[in-house]
């Protein structure tokens, strides 16, 4: 594994040790969780009284404590970022416990108002919501530590994976482009350096493969590819590039484009018996980045080997990176295969 893979591993453990908890399905898990120890709680007590009325309070108790300490959480989470892992467990613990003895104490006064309490009940209330509360922050952290080794070893191996991924450029577009450079230097001298320096360019992205990258870059590189392509297959390519001129500026996995580009040519306009048209389309809404790419879906027998194996790479990547806010689907419609990739527009930092 690279050095820069190690760094980002470490990274993503650094910032895996707390949930995102100001996200609304975070918090929706977590009220979840809350309700189902609200029940348990309720079933396990005196079964002689009300179960409901003991149900409604044990509830509002328990998802007090629990939006309380998520929404500190929530306030505090960048500093905790920067907390060891055990010194992390052990804060999160206390801060419940403080949220618990908190909460506690304004329950039983309201209690001791409406006469469900007396006072001398006071201290055992207490000390059974804080052994309840520690109980069930321990049980917790420790489940909790079991999903981040796991989470934490998958990075591990998608990172291998991509690095083993990394300057793994088909050798038939190798061989195919320096033949085309063979003949360009007896044609055209400058036309055939262009071509070198565009061959060099993709194969220095192929080793930085597990990075991100800004969009503009990205399609840069596209081009390059599509220019080699172009040197070689002639009329028989034709591209329809429709891309606004004001590109926003976000990040995507270097090297997610190319190989989706390598597909349309090599199953589509090879396996054309006459020329083929690539269309590229760029959309930007709010929030995503959609780009669509068709080509024929060719009259030839197939090439050896499918394109399954470059899309479930680019799935692997993006899933790496985005998480289930990027999709990648694709479809054949009226002879044209069609690529839809979607993927969340991320801040440039400056």
């Not at 034709?238 to 349309?264: F, I, K, M, R």
């Not at 839809?340 to 801040?347: D, E, G, N, R």
Request: charged content about 15%; aromatic content about 8%.
């Amino acid at each position: 594994m690279t050095a820069q893979s190690g760094q980002i591993i470490n990274k993503v453990r650094f910032e895996q040790l707390l949930p995102a908890f100001c996200r609304g399905r975070i918090v929706v898990r977590v009220m979840v969780l809350a309700q189902a120890l609200a029940i348990l709680l309720a079933l396990a007590t005196d079964v002689s009284s009300d179960f409901w009325a003991r149900l409604g309070l044990t509830s509002l108790f328990v998802h007090w404590v629990a939006l309380l300490t998520v929404a500190l959480l929530c306030r505090f989470q960048r500093r905790l970022y920067k907390v060891p892992p055990q010194q992390l467990a052990a804060l999160a613990l206390l801060l419940l416990l403080v949220v618990t003895l908190g909460v506690s104490t304004a329950a039983f006064s309201m209690l001791h108002a409406s006469g469900w309490q007396q006072p001398s009940d006071f201290y055992r209330f207490l000390l059974q919501t804080l052994l309840i509360a520690l109980l069930v922050g321990v049980m917790g952290i420790q489940l909790f530590a079991l999903y981040v080794e796991h989470s934490w070893r998958l990075t591990a191996q998608s990172r291998s994976e991509l690095d083993a991924l990394q300057a793994r450029i088909r050798p038939h577009f190798l061989f195919n482009s320096l033949n085309t450079v063979a003949e360009l230097t007896q044609q055209d001298p400058a036309a055939a350096e262009k071509a070198l320096l565009d061959l060099a360019s993709l194969f220095r992205a192929a080793l930085n493969a597990g990075v991100q990258v800004e969009l503009q870059e990205e399609l840069a590189l596209t081009r390059q590819y599509l220019a080699l392509e172009q040197w070689r297959l002639g009329s028989r390519l034709q591209l329809e590039w429709l891309v606004p001129d004001d590109l926003p500026h976000t990040l995507l996995p270097c090297l997610t484009l190319q190989p989706l580009l390598e597909n349309a040519v090599r199953h589509g306009i090879e396996r054309c018996s006459k020329p083929g048209v690539i269309r590229f389309e760029l959309h930007q809404s709010a929030r995503y980045l959609t780009i669509v790419l068709t080509n024929p879906a060719g009259d030839l027998p197939p090439a050896e080997g499918g394109n399954g194996m470059a899309l479930q790479n680019i799935r692997r990547r993006l899933e790496l990176q985005f998480g289930d806010d990027a999709k990648l689907s694709t479809g054949v419609n009226q002879g044209e295969y069609r690529v839809k990739l979607v993927i969340p527009l991320t801040k440039v930092s400056a």
